[in-house]
């Protein structure tokens, strides 16, 4: 059984910074494929980033080059760094991880951490 904790999201500003942690637990963090994703109220959530088992980088074009996707083996974190953002980021952001390696299908979520941006 994995465990994914969310943490860094909260209030910023317009063209502010905000970095995401995700903290894994049970099995072998190295493996997994994992990836973030968002919900803003009233819609689908939605693919935002993804990072594979050797460090290959998938991202939404609405993120592209302000998003950075990281991971930690060590720490068995994942890393989300949201630079330029802006009030359309405004979602509830969710950490996934697959046990099998897939990027494009995850079978543990974390809770969600709430990221705001004001205008």
């Known amino acids: 059984q994995v465990q994914l904790v969310e943490s860094g999201g909260g209030l910023v500003q317009a063209g502010g910074s905000l970095r995401l942690s995700c903290a894994a637990s049970?099995?072998?963090?190295?493996?997994?494929?994992m990836g973030w994703f968002r919900q803003a109220p009233g819609k689908d959530r939605e693919f935002v980033a993804a990072i594979s088992r050797s460090v290959m980088t998938y991202y939404a074009d609405s993120v592209k080059g302000r998003f950075t996707i990281s991971r930690d083996n060590a720490k068995n974190t994942v890393y989300l760094q949201m630079n330029s953002l802006k009030p359309e980021d405004t979602a509830v952001y969710y950490c996934?991880?697959?046990?099998?390696?897939?990027?494009?299908?995850?079978?543990?979520w974390g809770q969600g951490t709430q990221v705001t941006v004001s205008s």
């Open positions: 996934a991880a697959d046990t099998y390696g897939r990027i494009y299908q995850y079978n543990y």
């Open positions: 049970g099995g072998t963090f190295s493996m997994y494929a």
